[in-house]
């Protein structure tokens, strides 16, 4: 009799062990996602995602202060416990504002300067930024890497700024980026331009219509705005996960090797060994066959130039001697 109540008290539902182990998985997000409006940086990374939001905070967290100083959160807390005592308790208007105050300290707490949320695809983190500007963030660390050559990171691979995200869907992204890209492209200001895209978990939109309607809008924005695939002013970079539009307008696209982390750091002998069909060599080579093209070109002008004043001057001899 005893066994058998011990058995059933042992006894769960089906439904508690499903419930216990949808607890127990926990989003890398930690409940957030990415969504329509957030601004932040895309991480791209091999396998390691935990890792790389280590590595991610560590970075973003170094030059963060150095460019913005460090995070402030203990004077509003300090200010808000010292004025527990002055407070009175029987005054319910007073109660009702210091609450208020906790709960918006509370709240400025959460939204810290760097906060990951969950992307909606594999190998990719999403790092929201709050009161900063990501891609001068971004370029800055690039920029300090690119001349250093100090290899700062293991798993990161792409670091791309995103500036501002948009539901992805076709007319979504017309309507946004017409506004979006006004502060590079539209007049006074110019620029040639590239667009790279990537899309991830999503099949509804085709990428040739996306590169198609965005070049356009920028052409509208400014006739002067001209396509460079080789060399561009600004990549206009646009990464879709789901149903998220992230764009970005960067520069130095090309000297910072597609914004990767681990490749920016190479020398131009490692990089030679390691990719020697690299874009920069691709244009030195370019260059110097432009080059040699036109040596070539212009000794063949000195010789056609030569030959015909050869073939002048011995005309009149050749004359001369039927003439005696």
Known sequence: ???????ARKRRPKGHFAAGAGRAKRPRGAGRQLEAGMRGILITCNMNERKCVGEAYSLLGEYGD??????QFSDHEERLSGSDGEEDEDDVEAAVKKEVGQIRASTEQKLRRFQSVESGANNVVF???QGIEPENLVHHILKDMHTTKKKKTRVILRMLPISGTCKAFMEDMKKYTETFFEPWFKAPNKGTFQIVYKARNNSHMSREEVIKELAGIVGSLNPENKVDLNNPQYTIVVEIIKTVCCLSVVRDYVLFRKYNLQEVVKNNKEDAQQNPS???EEQNSEVAKAEAEKQEKSSKEVKEENKNQSEIVSEPKGTDALTV
């Open 278 to 280: 690299s874009v920069t």
């Open 127 to 129: 790092i929201r930024t």
């Open 1 to 7: 009799m005893a066994a058998a109540e011990a058995a």
């Open 66 to 71: 150095l460019l913005y100083g460090p995070e």
